[in-house]
């Protein structure tokens, strides 16, 4: 570990950014963000993701970060004194690493793929890495953290140890261009194997094509929660993706279940997890489709139906728009929920806080005509943390509602 005079010597050579008198309160307050309007000047000669320390209007230190060119101008990695270095990302991983340890998810082997880094939830803004079965699969959404990618791989080698076995760029579609040249492969070690176990569960994950990381591992403890309901029942999975849902019913009893889903690959790649896991092909139908096109063409009721669609709303100025689209969504969906039937309902965009989904929701309980009671509200399992400085971390809301 360096001594602290290499580096406070390593810190003076960041630039300084100061603050307009009074914008230090929510820093001060450990929010990770700093936006544009708070700073005392201007940051567009500055290289984005260049390492900057910020200031208060009289020059005392309150943190350091990295710029992005943007209304977020700077995110925040330390708020004490350090340098960015190898040394401090082995001290980041260490952290994440020692919770998802007590919360037992290391050396599990029913359950060997979790979130080992949620961004701001874990303090590293703009940072994910997902873990699955040895192999970390990394999505730098900043070409600030981009930049530092070879010293947070010699980090998890030095954290993970034997444990990791790969390490798989997956940056260049989350980067949205601003790293020229950015593409996905593999930085370190062989990824021999694909298959998770999920709660004794398997799955096989797409990190190189699939969506995000190759696999929603938000979902987990909710999938888990439907596996609870499913014994008996018939079941919907809408934006089905690879299965999660739908293996998780299956393996649970249920007696049909339905999983449509607009992309054909997703589909192919579901049915593989169901022969992973041994399950009934007769029991289940796996339908290329838009789901509202489905609605629409069928008459068929459920006894639980899961609506868990991508984000309607990627900024504050389409959230209108995306809570038209989950009303109608939520309505369609309740319509297929049969008499005494479950709807699970999500929405994964961030701008989209609780409450207002769950007005959404009221509204197309009002417009069906179905009364319906909230048992369940569901949110990201333990290993996506929510900063408790930074709320918008909370990111993914559920509802599971009973259908009279």
């Known amino acids: 570990m360096p001594v602290k005079n290499e580096i406070c010597t390593k810190m003076n050579q960041y630039q300084s950014l100061r603050l307009k008198p009074g914008k230090e309160r929510s820093l001060q307050r450990l929010h990770p963000w700093v936006f544009s309007g708070a700073l005392a000047m201007d940051i567009k000669q500055i290289p984005e993701g260049e390492l900057v320390n910020i200031t208060d209007i009289n020059g005392a230190f309150i943190a350091t970060g990295y710029v992005q060119h943007g209304s977020i101008a700077v995110r925040v990695l330390a708020f004490e004194k350090t340098s960015i270095d190898t040394d401090f990302w082995i001290r980041t991983l260490e952290k994440s690493f020692a919770l998802r340890r007590m919360l037992g998810l290391t050396g599990n082997p029913l359950t060997n793929c979790y979130r080992l880094v949620?961004?701001?939830?874990?303090?590293?803004?703009?940072?994910?890495?997902?873990?699955?079965?040895?192999?970390?699969?990394?999505?730098?959404?900043?070409?600030?953290?981009?930049?530092?990618?070879?010293?947070?791989?010699?980090?998890?080698?030095?954290?993970?140890?034997?444990?990791?076995?790969?390490?798989?760029?997956?940056?260049?579609?989350?980067?949205?261009?601003?790293?020229?040249?950015?593409s996905n492969g593999l930085i370190y070690g062989q990824a021999d194997e694909n298959v998770v176990s999920e709660n004794g569960m398997k799955f096989r994950v797409d990190w190189e094509t699939g969506q995000k990381t190759g696999f929603f591992l938000d979902q987990r403890d909710n999938r888990q929660l439907l596996g609870q309901y499913s014994k008996g029942k018939?079941?919907?999975?809408?934006?089905?993706?690879?299965?999660?849902?739908?293996?998780?019913?299956?393996?649970?009893?249920?007696?049909?279940?339905?999983?449509?889903?607009?992309?054909?690959?997703?589909?192919?790649?579901?049915?593989?997890?169901?022969?992973?896991?041994?399950?009934?092909?007769?029991?289940?139908?796996?339908?290329?489709?838009?789901?509202?096109?489905?609605?629409?063409?069928?008459?068929?009721?459920?006894?639980?139906?899961?609506?868990?669609?991508?984000?309607?709303?990627?900024?504050?100025?389409?959230?209108?728009?995306?809570?038209?689209?989950?009303?109608?969504?939520?309505?369609?969906?309740?319509?297929?929920?049969?008499?005494?039937?479950?709807?699970?309902?999500?929405?994964?965009?961030?701008?989209?806080?609780?409450?207002?989904?769950?007005?959404?929701?009221?509204?197309?309980?009002?417009?069906?005509?179905?009364?319906?009671?909230?048992?369940?509200?569901?949110?990201?399992?333990?290993?996506?943390?929510?900063?408790?400085?930074?709320?918008?971390?909370?990111?993914?809301?559920?509802?599971?509602?009973?259908?009279?």
Do not use: W
């Open 118 to 182: 949620h961004g701001e939830g874990d303090g590293v803004p703009g940072l994910i890495i997902d873990i699955y079965a040895g192999t970390a699969v990394i999505q730098c959404h900043t070409s600030g953290i981009y930049l530092h990618l070879p010293a947070i791989c010699e980090a998890l080698k030095h954290v993970l140890g034997q444990g990791l076995k790969a390490v798989y760029d997956k940056s260049s579609e989350t980067l949205h261009g601003a790293v020229p040249g950015a």
């Open 234 to 404: 018939t079941v919907l999975n809408t934006f089905a993706y690879t299965g999660g849902f739908s293996v998780y019913a299956l393996m649970n009893g249920a007696r049909q279940v339905d999983s449509v889903d607009v992309s054909k690959n997703a589909i192919q790649l579901l049915n593989e997890n169901m022969a992973l896991n041994d399950a009934s092909a007769t029991n289940h139908r796996g339908e290329a489709a838009d789901t509202f096109s489905f609605f629409k063409h069928t008459d068929q009721t459920y006894d639980i139906v899961i609506l868990d669609p991508p984000a309607f709303a990627k900024s504050v100025n389409a959230r209108h728009n995306a809570l038209m689209g989950y009303k109608r969504l939520a309505a369609e969906g309740l319509k297929k929920v049969g008499k005494g039937g479950l709807l699970f309902t999500f929405s994964c965009s961030q701008v989209v806080d609780s409450h207002t989904f769950n007005q959404t929701m009221l509204a197309a309980a009002i417009e069906t005509g179905r009364p319906a009671k909230i048992l369940h509200r569901l949110t990201q399992p333990a290993d996506h943390p929510v900063n408790i400085f930074h709320p918008e971390g909370e990111y993914l809301k559920g509802l599971v509602l009973y259908v009279e």
